[in-house]
């Protein structure tokens, strides 16, 4: 019989990854995504475990075609090829950036064209061009501080400058400027300076989806930064035709990215101004996914006939991963995704009822922590040794868990005056899903894992995952990678009859019973209450037992401003049994350092620690 062939195409991205494999014919067989990828900004390690992941999932293949962001010149090629030759040895496997195998996405060259470009907008920008005969030439591509004119992070910084601008000039806050401060949950324009010196690439590109919303509802600010980047996208797809053939000479343009292809009346704009420079031009969009380019090119490579007799199944039957280490159908029987008898009439009863009645279901969710007392005495012990020893306590969730686990973190530094790595929140999505969802993010049980490696968890530290559900991939993820490296781990579910595989079982399982939601399924409701209090439990008792309280004291407050300098004169007063104009001028002398001031009073004041 002749063996089956099958081909794998990868396409990344600054966003994303797509992942496509297909049979001889070109029929897909197995499609899955994974988060970004960048040749520019990934170690040899980060690329060599990116292309591992793939091959778990894709299983064996004859040929491999990739298109990847970053990758810019022949010494990039290199080096993407020496990494993907130790996960795929013999496998044939050719890299080109992700330009090209977008164009080629494009389809047939029509026959009377003399040269297409493709202009991509996306996250970033770039023009990319290929002459009839062969030659190329490309523009812009090198990122939000070089280059990326006409892109997603450009329009968003351009709209950042001109409310800050209009603010300045007019002494008044624009309604573009109020809509940005609404999305990144900013108070003040001040707050602008902090969160651009902070923010990510991807962060800020996410501005634009604000920009094109006032834009339509007729905001002149708004309308004036997208006529200028529509500008600048026709200038550099026209001035890359120009490298290519004659002006009036046939050349298609082809559109492509997020922001071309998802905002229609953006692209028309920038299709009128490329039809106003070029004449006789053809402006087309991307039908095809990059990553069919990416297949095309595996599929002109010679299969690797060793791979090929296991190909005969489709990609990934054997090889790749079984899928979520807790099966999907176990939520059914979890506690929180049942309705609850008594709030099935909570839309029409009468408010104060439901009121009583919510608070009530709030206080059974705390009374459900009592059994686990233990789990928690448990945890606090290995958490106090963790931090002896100079280790850390990391929580991990997606949504609310991951909210509520960053929230506890964050106050421990200034409630304890400890370092802000000793306790951190991880959260799917990162810092956006602080606040927004981020889709698909606690599904990714790889990026948990990534997530876990890069902030270098070890041996010793600590790694509490909550997940309502006691599902959740990312947090599964991060469980596991944190049990490879060496740390303590412990899941805390709202899920009695969880089901765990014995090989992958953390440390602790923490199943608590808070029952039915009032609202059937929403979490954030008793599974969060209880999961606040709990950890609100683990941090201060394990910062009691490291010595950072005395008595119901916080003898280690960080007074950072009135409120807190005003409670840390009273800590002192407290402490040493002196009069506040005494303990104020101890905090003034000990550089508001609470256990110092004490100290400095000791030999004076009766008390003392």
């Known amino acids: 019989m002749t063996a089956r062939h099958t081909y794998l195409g990868i396409e990344t991205g600054a966003t994303h990854t797509t992942v496509l494999v297909a049979d001889e014919a070109g029929r897909p067989v197995d499609r899955f995504e994974l988060g970004p990828a960048n040749v520019l900004l990934s170690t040899d390690g980060e690329l060599e475990r990116f292309f591992r992941e793939i091959k778990s999932r894709a299983g064996d293949v004859s040929a491999i075609g990739a298109g990847m962001a970053g990758l810019r010149n022949e010494h990039d090629k290199r080096r993407v090829d020496a990494i993907a030759r130790q996960v795929w040895p013999d496998t044939p496997f050719h890299a080109t950036n992700d330009l090209e195998t977008a164009l080629a996405a494009a389809g047939e060259w029509p026959a009377e064209i003399e040269a297409r470009v493709l202009l991509l907008s996306g996250t970033g920008s770039c023009a990319y061009g290929r002459g009839a005969a062969g030659q190329v030439v490309q523009f812009g591509g090198r990122g939000h501080i070089l280059g990326d004119r006409g892109s997603a992070c450009d329009i968003a910084l351009g709209a950042l400058r001109a409310i800050v601008y209009q603010f300045d000039l007019e002494g008044s806050f624009s309604p573009l400027g109020n809509a940005v401060l609404a999305a990144l949950q900013l108070n003040e324009p001040d707050e602008l300076i902090p969160w651009t010196q902070e923010a990510e690439k991807h962060e800020i590109a996410a501005l634009a989806v604000t920009v094109f919303r006032k834009a339509e509802d007729g905001d002149a600010l708004a309308e004036k930064v997208l006529r200028d980047a529509a500008d600048k996208l026709a200038d550099m797809a026209v001035h890359c035709a120009e490298r290519l053939s004659r002006k009036g000479k046939p050349v298609q343009f082809v559109l492509a990215g997020s922001v071309l292809l998802k905002q229609p009346a953006f692209a028309a704009a920038v299709g009128r101004r490329l039809h106003g420079q070029w004449e006789g031009c053809h402006v087309v969009k991307l039908e095809g996914e990059g990553v069919l380019g990416a297949l095309a090119l595996a599929r002109t490579l010679p299969p690797a006939e060793k791979n090929a007799a296991s190909a005969t199944t489709p990609a990934g039957s054997g090889n790749q991963e079984a899928g979520p280490l807790i099966a999907l159908s176990q939520m059914a029987s979890a506690p929180t995704e049942w309705r609850n008898p008594r709030t099935m009439e909570l839309d029409t009863m009468p408010l104060a009822d439901a009121i009583g009645l919510l608070i009530g279901e709030n206080v059974a969710a705390v009374e459900a922590l009592e ?239």
């Open 371 to 609: 059994p686990h007392v233990g789990d928690l005495e448990w945890l606090i012990g290995r958490t106090v040794e963790a931090f002896q020893r100079g280790c850390r306590l990391f929580y991990v969730g997606a949504g609310t868990s991951g909210r509520l686990g960053v929230l506890d973190a964050s106050e421990c530094p200034p409630t304890f005056r400890v370092p802000p790595d000793l306790v951190q929140g991880i959260i799917a999505g990162g810092r956006r899903a602080l606040w927004s969802a981020v889709e698909g993010a606690e599904d990714q049980e790889a990026e948990g894992a990534e997530a876990v490696r890069f902030r270098g968890v070890g041996e010793g530290d600590v790694i509490l995952g909550i997940a309502a559900s006691g599902r959740t991939p990312y947090v599964w993820g991060a469980l596991e990678e944190g049990r490879r490296l060496g740390a303590v781990t412990a899941l805390l579910a709202f899920h009695p009859g969880l089901q765990v595989p014995d090989a992958h079982r953390p440390d602790r399982l923490i199943l608590v019973n808070t029952g039915p939601e009032p609202l059937t399924g929403s979490t954030r409701m008793k599974a969060g209450t209880a999961t606040k209090v709990f950890l609100n439990a683990l941090t201060t008792l394990a910062m009691v037992h490291t010595g950072k309280v005395r008595g119901n004291l916080m003898i280690d407050l960080n007074p950072s401003n009135t409120k807190l300098r005003d409670r840390a004169v009273r800590l002192v007063t407290e402490l040493v049994s002196c009069d506040a104009e005494t303990a104020r001028r101890a905090l003034e002398e000990s550089g508001w350092v609470v256990r110092d001031a004490v100290e400095r009073l000791s030999e004076n004041c009766s008390g003392g620690l």
